[in-house]
């Protein structure tokens, strides 16, 4: 954990690369999709600010029947490297997630008859915290796809796991 919080002080004291351009305005910001236990799963929106400094965040909601799944994730970026052709940054994220069912179990009697059901609630969550790098890369007029590689420190596990990421944006 230490480990995780030294690199995120990294992170916020890294110099911009000379050849940056830290504010591009036809790709500055960003609708897509994300996916990554450390940076959360779902529709996301990312900015990168005039100061090199930006953010996404991601949002999943999911609900059938008695099922409901909640996936919501924060991520800093830090560009480091900016040319028009791809983007290099720095990236520091969280995410939390929150499942849960209802299941029915059946009520027998001491003949094992079924005389009634118990409902009840599965719940299930976990967060992750994640530090590492990634590259985006322009494909098209307007999109965008990254690829990340974290250091990410899964709670349920208790294990710090080095795992991948990815974002597709539309970019305006």
């Excluded at 959360?40 to 953010?55: K, V, W």
Aim: overall charge negative; aromatic content about 12%.
């Amino acid at each position: 954990m230490r480990l995780l919080l030294s690199h995120l002080l990294v992170l916020c004291a890294a110099q911009p690369l000379a050849a940056q351009i830290p504010y591009d305005t036809d790709r500055n910001q960003g609708i897509g999709v994300t996916a990554g236990m450390a940076s959360g799963a779902g529709i996301s929106y990312q900015e990168i600010l005039p100061s090199a400094f930006g953010y996404r965040g991601a949002v999943a909601l999911w609900k059938v029947n008695d099922f409901f799944f909640f996936d919501a994730g924060a991520s800093g970026l830090r560009v480091l490297r900016d040319d028009g052709d791809r983007r290099i940054y720095l990236v520091g994220s969280l995410s939390y997630w929150r499942r849960t069912d209802e299941e029915t179990e059946p009520i027998l009697d001491d003949n094992d008859n079924v005389i009634g059901e118990r409902v009840f609630d599965d719940v299930d969550d976990s967060w992750a915290l994640g530090f590492g790098a990634g590259i985006e890369v322009p494909f098209g007029a307007h999109a965008g796809l990254s690829l990340e590689a974290l250091f990410t420190y899964w709670a349920e596990a208790g294990d710090l796991l080095p795992l991948p990421q990815a974002a597709i944006h539309y970019h305006f």
